[in-house]
Structure formats: structure tokens, C-alpha cells
């Protein structure tokens, strides 16, 4: 059941019993930030509640509040009575094949988000689910949003626009970016811990990974690789290729991006970026994923070059119909 801001409001500042947080697998910031801020406010709200991850958190999110309170783990045994899952639509994509709760609500800003929980709230117009999460504490006590809840969902809101640079931002973003500074945020310790920390690891990582950069559907895609065996001759660990995809996307002539990601052999996780043109969540939904019209992803299994070939082909046909509808108007 999809609900309003104000019906989500009203139904979080009700729950009663034992209450899990949670998001999906490999968490980036928006995962983090809005996982641990509903955990931080919903602690002032005298809510009894604990947060758990299928992946452990990049060691560039070790500053947010209360991070150290994130258990890991591959099961949860644990009953709860709710479950909050944050910036994915799905459980599955949690990472975990059950999650013990008698009842579930998803809090979610992608555009592919097709709930199967009890309960659910997705803006695909929001920059982040850390804003559209502001928006709805703000609703049930703005009093509670202190800084251990607005440091984790600014840097949220930082990271999942790009540093306010991606068309998701909009005027309320920077308004909602003002307010959380307003209440002791600052902006240059989220920039310093983020962006400024990069181990040399990353940058070896980063010269074997361009080495693998390649065209196709007439240079009008450009392409990234990053196999396992890169991480174990770096020493680099795989969050530190955030941000790597950026480089094939600012090539001139070049409308989307592409980053292949080796999971396990004939395992891949793929992202994509676009420039706009084409719309790349409904690329990733065909197979299988999700995202937003400029980023999204989707995980794959079989030999790399069948995964190409597929992914290629679904690109082409993309920017064809974006030609045709150019022509159209």
C-alpha cells in the first residue's frame, strides 16, 4: 500500500514492538545515510529499534552517527515486529533471503521501485531517500532532527546528487541542505571525509581500470571494466571504485557510461550513466535492475561478453528511440 507523506508520518510515530532498519546490499550514501538517520531519530523517538546490513560500510562513512551500532551479517535471526527498508524497493535486494518481521514499510526514491511490503512511500522526483526521509520526520517531530540525524542525512543527500551537481537537485534541496547545516552540519567535514581520504590503493586502481576502457554502439557508449583479480593487485577495497564511472561519461560524444563490475567468475554488477538522452532505468529494468533516468544498474550473471552483447543491443535500440522522438518534436 502506497501511502502519503502524511500517512507514513502518522504510521512511524505509531509504531509499537520491535523495529528493524535496513537497505539494500552494497550500501552507498543515500543507504547509509537514511538507514542510519531513521535509526538515530527513531532512538529520539524512544522507539526500540536496531540496524542491520548484508554488506559491511565503506570506511569513508566511519564518521556518521552512530555507525558503529550497524551489525553485518549474511542472516537475520532476530525477530522484529517491523521492518524499515531504506533506498530499495525490494527485500530481496536487501541481500537477504528472509527478514523476520511481521510487517514491512519501504522508503524509496527510484523511479523502477515496485513495492512488495506492507507498506511504502516513493517519490522518483526527490533528489534522495535521505531528503524524502527529512521530509517525513519533519512531519512527525522536526524537534528530533539533531545532529546525529541530520549529519548521515546530509551526507546522503551530498553523495546521491553528486555534490548538489545531477538534475535531481532541485531549489527544495538546497533548502533542506541549508536547514540540516543550520542544525550543525558542516558541509566541508562531509567533503574532507568522502572525497578528500583516498588511499593510493585507489589510484592504481583507477590506472588498470581505464586501461580497460573501450566504445561501442558508435561511440556513443563508453565502457569500464573492473575484474576481482584488479582488487588483489592493488590492495584497493571495491568501494574505492566510486566515482570511477564519471570518467567514460565525460568523454565528448559519449551518451552513456558503462562500468562492468566482477562480482565472482560470470557474476557482474553493472552501472550506467547517462547524459540525459537516453533513459537508462528502464535500460536496467529490462534487465533485471532498476534506478533513474540518469543512473542505474543492474546485476547479471554469464560470461561478460554475452552480458555486452545483451546490454549493448537494449543501448542501441535506447538512443535510436531517442533519435526518433528528437525527430518527433
Not at 537477504?96 to 506492507?118: G, L, Y
Not at 511504502?120 to 522526483?125: A, Q
Not at 578528500?196 to 585507489?202: A, L
Not at 589510484?203 to 584488479?230: G, S, Y
Request: with cysteine.
Amino acid at each position: 500500500m502506497n501511502l502519503s507523506r502524511e500517512e507514513i508520518a502518522n504510521l512511524i510515530r505509531d509504531l509499537q514492538g520491535k523495529i528493524l532498519i535496513t537497505t539494500h546490499k552494497n550500501p552507498d550514501g543515500d543507504a547509509i545515510g537514511s538507514s542510519l538517520g531513521w535509526y538515530n531519530y527513531l532512538k529520539r523517538l524512544g522507539k526500540n529499534v536496531k540496524v542491520i546490513y548484508r554488506d559491511r560500510i565503506p570506511f569513508f562513512f566511519d564518521f556518521l552517527p552512530g555507525v558503529e551500532e550497524i551489525d553485518v551479517t549474511e542472516e537475520i535471526t532476530e525477530e522484529f515486529d517491523w521492518v524499515i527498508i531504506t533506498d530499495v524497493s525490494e527485500p530481496k535486494r536487501t541481500g537477504f533471503e528472509n527478514i523476520p518481521a511481521k510487517r514491512s514499510i519501504v522508503i524509496d526514491h527510484h523511479i523502477t521501485a515496485e513495492p512488495f511490503t506492507n507498506y511504502s512511500i516513493v517519490e522518483p522526483e526527490i533528489s534522495s531517500t535521505c531528503e524524502l526521509s527529512y521530509e517525513i520526520m519533519r512531519l512527525i517531530d522536526p524537534s528530533l532532527i539533531g545532529y546525529p540525524v541530520a549529519l548521515p542525512i546530509y551526507t546522503g543527500i551530498v553523495t546521491d546528487t553528486g555534490r548538489f551537481s545531477y538534475n535531481n537537485t532541485s531549489p527544495r534541496t538546497h533548502t533542506v541542505a541549508a536547514e540540516l547545516i543550520e542544525k550543525g552540519v558542516d558541509p566541508y567535514l562531509v567533503t574532507k571525509k568522502i572525497y578528500e581520504r583516498n588511499r593510493i590503493n585507489r589510484f592504481k586502481l583507477l590506472e588498470v581500470v581505464l586501461k580497460t576502457l573501450d566504445f561501442a554502439v558508435e561511440n556513443k557508449v563508453a565502457h569500464i571494466t573492473l575484474f576481482k583479480r584488479f582488487l588483489e593487485e592493488t590492495g584497493a577495497y571495491p568501494e574505492e571504485s566510486e566515482g570511477f564511472i564519471n570518467y567514460p561519461r565525460s568523454i565528448m560524444g559519449v551518451e552513456v557510461a558503462v562500468f562492468f563490475k566482477e562480482i565472482e567468475q560470470d557474476n557482474w554488477k553493472v552501472s550506467l550513466r547517462s547524459k540525459g538522452k537516453v533513459n537508462v532505468a528502464e535500460v536496467a529494468k529490462k534487465l533485471g535492475g532498476g534506478g533513474h533516468k540518469m543512473a542505474a544498474g543492474f546485476e547479471a550473471k554469464g560470461s561478460l561478453k554475452e552480458i555486452k552483447e545483451k546490454l549493448f543491443q537494449e543501448l542501441e535500440l535506447a538512443l535510436e528511440s531517442a533519435e526518433f522522438e528528437k525527430i518527433g518534436n
